[in-house]
Nanobody, 115 residues
Framework: QVQLVESGGGLVQPGGSLRLSCAAS????????MGWYRQAPGKQRELVAG???????NYLDSVKGRFTISRDNVKKTVYLQMNSLKPEDSAVYYC?????????WGQGTQVTVSS
């Protein structure tokens, strides 16, 4: 069983920044592959960024150069630093981990980019 708790969402103006955090349970966190997904109203959930246990990262094309995923294995936390935010980044952001074929999700945190 893996528990994921996100935090850090909120309302920000276009061009602003936010940092999301996802605190995870589990003794093997350091080898977990973790992901950040987002889902906007009426749209499918999409992978925004992922990071492996070896710190290899991947990003959705539309966020490359603006978002950075990172992890702190001591704190068992994965972060998503979001810069130069755009209105189209508005969505509920979810932390994800897959273990033994089971998807674990956090409760989600709302990000709204609006002036």
């Amino acid at each position: 069983q893996v528990q994921l708790v996100e935090s850090g969402g909120g309302l920000v103006q276009p061009g602003g920044s936010l940092r999301l955090s996802c605190a995870a349970s589990g003794s093997m966190f350091s080898i977990y592959t973790m992901g950040w997904y987002r889902q906007a109203p009426g749209k499918q959930r999409e992978l925004v960024a992922g990071i492996t246990g070896g710190d290899r990262t991947n990003y959705l094309d539309s966020v490359k150069g603006r978002f950075t995923i990172s992890r702190d294995n001591v704190k068992k936390t994965v972060y998503l630093q979001m810069n130069s935010l755009k209105p189209e980044d508005s969505a509920v952001y979810y932390c994800n981990h897959v273990k033994a074929g089971v998807n674990y999700w956090g409760q989600g945190t709302q990000v709204t980019v609006s002036s």
